[in-house]
Antibody, heavy 122, light 111 residues
């Protein structure tokens, strides 16, 4: 079974840092891009960023709202989201998601982890 | 504001058909990028519902279907059931932003 499990969330003060982990199992991890998507309380989904697969040199890309503050990395079968200079507006449930793609049926996010709550508050 | 526009809420009686619109622009849906739809049941993580315009993962009933034209797409749910009560999000890629974008989500209520 393909599975993603996030950990590392919690309460942090504005300006602080936190590192989330996403443990993957059930698929060839190095061949898949991994995305982070967040959902503020009562709000919709917001793409945070991604790290590509090994054949694509593990290239990263970020949403404008987090660029320069958040960094995505990966090793073995785990992806990470390092969050620095956190703001109250970063409070959200953070999901890691596998990117699935093929030439005949395009791109999609599947599956999603269960999500982990990050609260930024003084 | 989300790059893809969806109505905030819709409702329908059991057995009815509801349609959720997703309006984008020339830099995402209008640029030829496919649309994906996700279903988020209360208190759970989103789940892939339909991908690349109108492909369903195994286990998703054919009551769910998608149409796409130009910069817009729509998700139709026919034979609405109580278990369909959830939030639905459309998604595409935006070439101008170099980012994946989501609609704001539509809450479907079964009356």
């Amino acid at each position: 079974e393909v599975q993603l499990v996030e950990s590392g969330g919690g309460l942090v003060q504005p300006g602080g840092s936190l590192k989330l982990s996403c443990a993957a199992s059930g698929f060839r991890f190095s061949d898949s891009a991994i995305h982070w998507v967040r959902q503020a309380p009562g709000k919709g989904l917001e793409w945070v960023g991604r790290i590509r697969s090994k054949p694509n040199s593990y290239a990263t890309g970020y949403a404008a709202s987090v660029k320069g503050r958040f960094t995505i990395s990966r090793e073995e079968s785990t992806a990470f989201l390092q969050m620095n200079s956190l703001k109250v507006a970063d409070t959200a449930v953070y999901y890691c998601v596998r990117h699935v793609s093929d030439t005949s049926t395009g791109h999609r996010f599947d599956p999603w982890g269960q999500g982990i709550l990050v609260t930024v508050s003084s | 504001q989300p790059e893809l526009t969806q109505p905030p809420s819709l409702s329908g009686a059991p057995g009815q058909r509801v349609t959720i619109s997703c309006t984008g622009s020339s830099s995402n849906l209008g640029a030829g990028y496919g649309v994906n739809w996700y279903q988020q049941l209360p208190g759970t993580a989103p789940k892939l519902l339909i991908y690349d315009n109108n492909n369903r993962p195994s286990g998703v009933p054919d009551r769910f279907s998608v149409s796409k034209s130009g910069s817009s797409a729509s998700l139709a749910i026919t034979g609405l059931q109580a278990e369909d009560e959830a939030d639905y999000y459309c998604q595409s890629y935006d070439i101008s932003l170099s980012a994946w974008v989501f609609g704001g989500g539509t809450k479907v209520t079964v009356l």
